[in-house]
């Protein structure tokens, strides 16, 4: 020990008189906003005046995923060609895009009906579905592996028919999901 | 590993894997006083001290999915403030040279035997402020406050000790505080 090390403490009354700093009570909304903005936070579980402004987005987001999901799967209900290879389109979103927002909810829709009337016609949907937010891995404390490193999350998915992984790609291209700044990974489907 | 350690892992967990903004927010409560406090006293500067702790708060949830629980959050955290802060000091380097001697009270400042701790704090050179506030304010350990600033112990032991004198002399208590 040197000779520096045998300083003692400060009067120990004097340290604890140091009086307790709080915060300003604006910071943590500041920082939960700045976190939203780099997508490094959903838009589910918070309070305060952040809460609301973000539970009306995320609410009219799902909504309206709810309704392009749906509107998809009962108009592409058949299948033309089932020997056709099956590919999987995995839909990564980013929940605070505008694109979603309420405000764009008519020509969203508008999208995912034509969309969906030109796979109609040409029978190549299978299936198609929204995921929730909720989540839970088994074992319990494994990482998401489907959690994109840009905050997107896996939002959907659906199940097409096409003739190779090229046409699968231009459908890919082609959704309204991947146009409003979402992101399609096409994974092809083994056939069993 | 404490009860808290292990809540502040699994906040932090439900903030990597779900962007959970109700974890993130437990965790804010449950460290930001700390880190707010820390930040002040080492910048002594209310709007700078928010901006540091907003800036910390980004880069440890950017990085929170690389936290390894070898420390505790806390330590991470605060190790985070040290560095946003270290970062401002070295822009503004012309206001207050981070690692500049020159910046370390003088005899002159003996005047000033009747300003509070606070005030003298400030007036550290900051390597110094650094590990006063660490240690004798905050409570982190050598340990910790080596790893947070990237020095051995014992070179946070021997600053503390350079800190409490310099302050001493600050505070006029050199009479009255006997060794």
Redesign the interface.
């Known amino acids: 020990?040197?000779p520096?090390?045998?300083?003692?403490?400060?009067?120990a009354a004097?340290?604890s008189?140091?009086?307790?700093?709080?915060?300003?009570a604006e910071?943590?909304d500041?920082?939960?906003d700045?976190?939203?903005a780099?997508?490094?936070?959903?838009?589910?579980?918070?309070?305060r005046t952040?809460?609301r402004r973000y539970a009306v987005a995320g609410l009219a987001a799902a909504a309206l995923l709810v309704v392009g999901f749906v509107l998809g799967a009962r108009s592409l209900g058949t299948v033309g060609d089932d020997a056709a290879p099956r590919y999987l389109l995995l839909l990564y979103e980013d929940r605070t895009n505008a694109a979603f927002s309420a405000a764009a909810r008519d020509s969203v829709v508008s999208e995912y009906r034509r969309w969906a009337g030109q796979l109609r016609s040409r029978g190549m949907l299978v299936m198609g579905e929204e995921l929730s937010?909720a989540?839970a891995t088994v074992p319990e404390?494994a990482?998401?592996p489907h959690?994109a490193s840009d905050?997107r999350?896996l939002g959907g998915f659906f199940v097409v028919r096409a003739a190779d992984l090229a046409q699968a790609l231009e459908l890919a291209r082609g959704t309204p999901h991947a146009r409003g700044g979402g992101v399609v990974v096409v994974r092809p489907i083994n056939p069993t | 590993m404490t009860a808290d350690d292990g809540d502040d892992r699994r906040l932090a967990q439900r903030v990597v894997r779900r962007r959970d903004e109700a974890a993130f927010r437990q965790l804010y409560a449950r460290h930001t006083p700390g880190l707010y406090a820390t930040a002040l006293r080492l910048t002594g500067s209310a709007a700078d001290a928010a901006d540091v702790v907003h800036d910390a708060w980004i880069r440890a949830v950017e990085h929170l999915g690389r936290f390894q629980g070898r420390s505790s959050l806390r330590t991470w955290l605060a190790g985070i403030v040290v560095n946003v802060v270290r970062e401002r000091w070295r822009r503004h380097s012309r206001e207050e040279p981070y690692d500049d001697d020159a910046a370390e009270p003088g005899p002159s400042h003996d005047i000033h035997a009747a300003i509070d701790l606070d005030a003298a704090v400030a007036r550290l050179a900051p390597r110094y402020r650094e590990v006063f506030v660490l240690h004798d304010i905050e409570g982190f350990t050598h340990d910790e406050i080596g790893h947070m600033l990237g020095i051995d112990a014992g070179t946070s032991k021997s600053q503390l000790a350079r800190a409490r004198r310099h302050l001493r002399r600050m505070l006029g208590d050199e009479a009255r505080e006997q060794v």
């Not at chain 1, 520096?4 to 009067?11: A, C, Q, S, V």
Request: charged content about 35%; glycine content about 12%.
């Open positions: 020990m040197t520096d090390e045998f300083e003692p403490p400060l009067d004097r340290v008189r140091v009086s307790p700093i709080a915060p300003p910071l943590e500041r920082i939960v700045s976190l939203r780099r997508g490094l936070l959903g838009t589910g579980g918070g309070r952040a809460w937010e989540m404390d990482r998401d959690a905050g999350e």
